[in-house]
């Protein structure tokens, strides 16, 4: 009898060990000196790829834009199509001009936000397109041409045109902040004419020549190519890199072409998943496109120290492609898009220290919004819903927009690939941004880890530590609207419920004394979580 008893409790601590598991893993340990600067930090971050443009011109789009501003997802710049096809008036002499009032309204609105328009051109006038019958579905009925122009005088007339009346619009030297780019991704069928490239150099040539010759200060760039087949084949980039430093002008029967920065599109997937070869969406796919622009741009010393502006990027691409279509853009969703963006925040901050390449702005591509939304939270590329409601990853621009703007020594004393941090101080607080991101792990159904953080800092005393989350249960709301059901229309009182947990949460807020000129901050993190860190000094 004695013996079945002890054999009936080895059982019952079995089955408590495998039900609550012994913690004995040890905490990552991350030390974080800030009496030691390490440079400036930009909010490179902080910009945003408008789709549809048309969209601007609607009170919903101006709604959306103010959003942008507020929650810091959007105070550099915010790119915009021109849309020189609904500009363009031809006379009944045939005399061709250009009404640009419908872009001097999505610009002030703009501008109204802080941020600054990077204006694309693109979309060929009809009038002046050489195969009219390229092109482009667009939305509210609207088609654009994909097409060359049949006589580039008038494109580079267009590009004149477009450049002096902003100018007298807005100011010289408000313009000069600005940025122009020529067309968009031009390497595929779908947005130029038989992806020709080396047409594209010509189009960018007149581009150049045009917008130069009205002032030679205005900032223009080009390149621009598709996300997926760059990482397939970098070095089609070459073609145009080539063509701008020692090709002939087109335009000019020079050598080269002017170009003040570099547009490269990159995302995390493709198709809504993961990129070729990778099962999810992935930080690392992402950063071997950047990586390859930048072993490219070594080649080139002209263009090596230019710009590298990410000026369309996502966690995957197919912005209209939802989890009807493909169930992994749930990652759009829910916790795994904030974990991305800091995480790709960190890392280019990480690379730019150690290869001395900057990106000069990052903008990530919100679209989906044409798509009719039958629902709340279809997987769309967007920042918030159907009804309202804002996602995990509008948060994550929150968090982003409370760094300061010195970089302080970090030194994370682990291997775990999965974690990252950032720290900052300015004269109020230092800032502390930690990430657990785990690629393969959509659902956040991945570990959580233990953290240990060791702060220097001057002076002893006490320190009033915020720390904010995001993660499955905090600053989500995707995670309260399915368990309410995921209702096709919520009530207001579900409405209101989902709402609660849409904006930035605190997960903690306490006094801790500081001895020793050291403080410790002991945290676990989930996976596809993300920590920030507010210390403030208490007089």
């Not at 059982?11 to 030390?31: R, T």
């Not at 927009?401 to 607080?429: M, Y």
Request: charged fraction near 20%.
């Amino acid at each position: 009898m004695k013996r079945l008893n002890q054999t009936s409790l080895w059982v019952v601590l079995l089955a408590l060990l495998i039900y609550f598991p012994v913690h004995s893993q040890q905490a990552i340990p991350i030390d974080v000196d800030a009496a030691i600067p390490v440079g400036e930090l930009e909010p490179f971050w902080a910009g945003q790829t408008f789709h549809p443009t048309e969209y601007l011109s609607t009170e919903w789009g101006e709604n959306l834009v103010r959003l942008m501003g507020e929650s810091g997802a959007a105070c550099t710049f915010i790119r915009l199509y021109n849309q020189p096809e609904n500009a363009i008036r031809v006379a009944d002499d045939g005399s061709i001009s250009y009404d640009w009032s419908e872009f001097d309204r999505r610009a002030r609105l703009i501008l109204s936000t802080g941020a600054r328009p990077l204006v694309v051109f693109f979309g060929m006038p009809l009038e002046l397109a050489r195969y009219p019958n390229s092109l482009k579905k667009r939305n509210f009925g609207a088609i654009v041409s994909l097409s060359p122009p049949q006589d580039y005088a008038q494109w580079e007339a267009l590009c004149i045109d477009f450049t002096r009346h902003v100018i007298k619009e807005f100011g010289l030297e408000e313009v000069k902040q600005w940025f122009f780019r020529c067309w968009n991704e031009p390497n595929l069928g779908h947005f130029w004419h038989d992806a020709d490239v080396e047409e594209y150099n010509k189009l960018y040539d007149y581009f150049a020549r045009g917008i130069k010759s009205v002032h030679p200060d205005i900032q223009i760039g080009g390149g621009a190519f598709g996300s997926t087949s760059t990482y397939k084949n970098p070095d089609q980039t070459r073609v145009f890199f080539d063509h701008i430093t020692r090709g002939t002008n087109y335009a000019t029967g020079e050598t080269g072409s002017p170009i003040d920065y570099i547009s490269m599109h990159s995302y995390g997937g493709t198709s809504g998943a993961g990129g070729p070869g990778w099962e999810f969406p992935a930080v690392d796919y992402l950063m071997s496109i950047h990586k390859s622009y930048i072993e490219i741009l070594d080649d080139y010393p002209r263009l090596k120290n230019l710009p590298l502006f990410m000026d369309e990027w996502g966690v995957s691409a197919s912005g209209t492609k939802g989890m009807d279509a493909e169930p992994l853009t749930i990652t759009r969703n829910n916790e795994f898009a904030a974990a991305f963006l800091a995480t790709v925040v960190a890392r280019q901050v990480e690379l730019e220290q150690m290869t001395g390449h900057r990106i000069g702005n990052m903008m990530l591509c919100v679209s989906g919004y044409e798509r009719r939304r039958k629902h709340d939270f279809m997987g769309l590329r967007t920042l918030h819903t159907r009804n309202g409601f804002h996602k995990p990853l509008l948060n994550a621009y929150r968090v982003l927009d409370k760094l300061g703007r010195q970089l302080v020594k970090v030194d994370i004393r682990s291997e775990n690939p999965h974690i990252t941090a950032l720290a900052t101080k300015d004269n109020e607080k230092i800032t502390i941004m930690v990430t657990n991101f785990q690629n393969d792990q959509p659902m956040g159904e991945g570990p959580a880890y233990p953290v240990s953080i060791s702060v220097k800092s001057p002076g002893d005393g006490q320190s009033k530590v915020i720390h904010w989350r995001i993660d499955k249960e905090h600053s989500n709301a995707y995670t309260e609207y399915v368990k309410i059901g995921s209702p096709e229309f919520p009530n207001p009182l579900e409405m209101e419920q989902i709402r609660t947990k849409m904006h930035l949460e605190m997960c903690d807020s306490h006094v801790l004394d500081q001895s020793g000129k050291e403080l410790s901050i002991d945290f676990d993190l989930p996976c596809n979580g993300v920590s920030f860190f507010e210390i403030y000094k208490v007089l």
